[in-house]
């Protein structure tokens, strides 16, 4: 494989490519999109996604490196010379000229759930699919392998194929399935580090062919043993078993909360007294306000949709519970806010920290705190006030013009009651209440310590031997490691914030006057978003009887209280 096209450059198409022409210098990788915009922000500083590790990746693959000599420690340990590295990553709008260029074609389109027609609310609209495949058909090169990478109904492959014959009967086109498993927030991570890659294809012999020929790709970076191959059913269908296997356990642990909240149980030490046991593991088990994002409940739907149309209702419905409980916990939580405001909302200013589905990513898909603002917009505040550290004022306002329909929004402001903040104390300044929505770090009380490299996972590069980084040919992997070692040595603040301690990255390309995203990067009005927000500060500009409502579990309501808070958590 010399020459990859990844159709679709969203969060998982993106990061993913990413990841892989930084791991392989030697295969050219291009990302297409049909949205110009989107692909104008991956060639420039202000990529479209916000991933921990991102950017770092983005500019060794994207823009190439200058040759660079490092030196190791104490003059005894030597130096190493970094060779110059040719750009191998490329964002492009030009679909058929990628796509016809390509050995493999991974197709990573949305693939959302339809919200009209047959099967509403529960099968997934495979327009954007079908229209990329279609693209792909007319414009690959014979022999090309076809890689299904958006998470698709189980049988999807055989449309793929029909697709293909219908534009280029009798040219041969291997079908794979190779299914991401990153989760957004941490997903340059998942994709150094993965737990499986996942390869389906047909049990033919040019099936598995091209399987073990997309399966040397990953094992430039991944251990053979982590690279699984299975029919392309399997595939299909364990990507969205794991989806719904991992709300399963967020909604499980959120109905033990809800038992909590009503006995003397704390939730936290139920979770860990039950993780602590091998067969269950302590991850996954955190009580919160419930999942949101583009993924979990979407491939529910699906899963539910294919019970149902096997006439399999039980397995179905036993499914939707898992939906059920993760509004029922979302309601639960809105209903305590409002009954301990005494169901008097009007005239109060409410505080709204994180705006987006998790922590780390700037994506609002299905959020949970959309839902919450709209419930609360029906008991008439004076003022919702949000502010999120991965989103920007302009972005925050766009997506409440969006999901909050003005009738909802009551248009006093541009917004209605409801307004974006572009750091947490103005936000939170006069307000009768914060809701704490997304588990940021930043959000924490008492503050975290260190954060983990993203670069590193269990300490499995974490190398002090300086020697290792002498020998020939040193991986991207090695490379990485050589930085961690230089950063492990950083004296100063400035050393350690460094993002390029190796003096190897290009200077990024200036943006143009006016650019929006400059101007927004710079609004926070001197906070620095990525530090612990100071509760302190917080407190003594709120109004009695300062409530704090914890959505997520993440502060420490003894030592909030002591800062003059009241504080509800959900299940303790
Ligand atoms: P996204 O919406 O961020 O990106 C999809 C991109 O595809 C968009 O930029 C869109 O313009 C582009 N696109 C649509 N039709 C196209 C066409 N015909 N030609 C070229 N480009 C086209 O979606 P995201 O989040 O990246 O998800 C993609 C797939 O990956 C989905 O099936 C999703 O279920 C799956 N997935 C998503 C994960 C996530 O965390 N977001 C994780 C694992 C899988």
Request: aromatic fraction near 6%.
């Amino acid at each position: 494989v010399k020459n990859i096209c990844c159709v679709g450059a969203g969060y998982v198409g993106g990061p993913t490519a990413a990841v892989i022409a930084f791991q392989c210098p030697d295969i050219r990788v291009t990302v297409v999109d049909l949205d110009q915009a989107r692909i104008d922000r991956w060639n420039s500083k202000h990529l479209p996604v916000h991933e921990p590790g991102l950017i770092d990746i983005v500019r060794v693959a994207r823009d190439g490196t200058k040759p660079s000599t490092v030196m190791l420690g104490n003059e005894d340990a030597g130096k190493v010379e970094l060779p110059a590295r040719q750009p191998n990553l490329f964002f492009s709008a030009n679909v058929s000229e990628c796509v016809a260029a390509a050995d493999v074609v991974f197709v990573s389109v949305n693939t959302p759930t339809k919200v009209s027609g047959i099967g509403a609310g529960a099968a997934t609209n495979l327009v954007a699919l079908e229209s990329a495949t279609t693209a792909v058909a007319k414009a690959a090169k014979p022999g090309a392998m076809i890689v299904e990478k958006s998470t698709v109904p189980c049988g999807t492959a055989r449309t793929i194929r029909e697709i293909l014959t219908l534009h280029r009967p009798g040219v041969p086109f291997e079908i794979l399935s190779n299914p991401e498993f990153l989760a957004e927030g941490t997903a340059i991570k998942d994709l150094l580090y993965p737990d499986r890659i996942l390869i389906g294809s047909s049990q033919t012999e040019t099936g598995q062919a091209a399987a073990a020929a997309l399966k040397n790709v990953y094992a430039t970076w991944v251990k053979p043993s982590k690279i699984v191959t299975v029919n392309l059913w399997s595939s299909e269908l364990s990507k969205l078993v794991a989806n719904a296997m991992l709300a399963q356990r967020i909604s499980s642990i959120n109905t033990i909360s809800a038992v909590c909240d009503h006995t003397g149980a704390d939730i936290d030490e139920v979770a860990k007294a039950i993780g602590l046991d091998q067969r269950l593991g302590g991850r996954f088990l955190k009580a919160g306000l419930g999942f949101g994002g583009s993924c979990f409940k979407k491939d529910i739907l699906s899963l539910v949709y294919l019970a149902r149309s096997l006439h399999l209702p039980e397995v179905g419905e036993y499914w939707m519970s898992v939906l059920h409980i993760n509004d029922f916990q979302r309601d639960r939580f809105v209903n305590k806010v409002v009954s301990k405001l005494h169901n008097a909302l009007m005239g109060k200013k409410i505080a709204i920290l994180g705006y987006t589905f998790k922590q780390d990513t700037n994506d609002t898909r299905e959020s949970p705190a959309i839902e919450v603002i709209k419930t609360l917009l029906a008991e008439c505040p004076a003022e919702i006030a949000i502010f999120d550290p991965g989103c920007n004022v302009a972005e925050i306002r766009e997506n409440i013009d969006r999901n909050v329909p003005t009738s909802e929004a009551k248009p006093l402001k541009p917004l209605g009651p409801v307004e974006a903040y572009s750091n947490s104390y103005d936000a939170c300044f006069n307000a009768s209440a914060v809701l704490i929505l997304t588990p940021w770090d930043q959000f924490k009380y008492p503050a975290m310590t260190q954060k983990d490299s993203v670069f590193r996972k269990g300490g499995d590069r974490t190398i002090s031997d300086a020697q290792v980084f002498t020998k020939p040919d040193l991986t991207e992997m090695d490379i990485i490691a050589l930085g961690e070692y230089q950063k492990a040595k950083a004296t100063s603040h400035v050393q350690l914030a460094n993002p390029d301690p190796l003096n190897r990255l290009f200077e990024q390309s200036e943006c143009a006057v006016g650019c929006m995203y400059c101007e927004t990067a710079q609004q926070a009005d001197g906070v620095k978003l990525s530090e612990p927000v100071d509760w302190a500060r917080i407190a003594y500009n709120m109004r009695e009887p300062k409530w704090v409502f914890d959505g997520r579990n993440i502060v420490d309501s003894k030592e909030m209280e002591l800062l003059g808070f009241r504080v509800e958590s959900m299940g303790k």
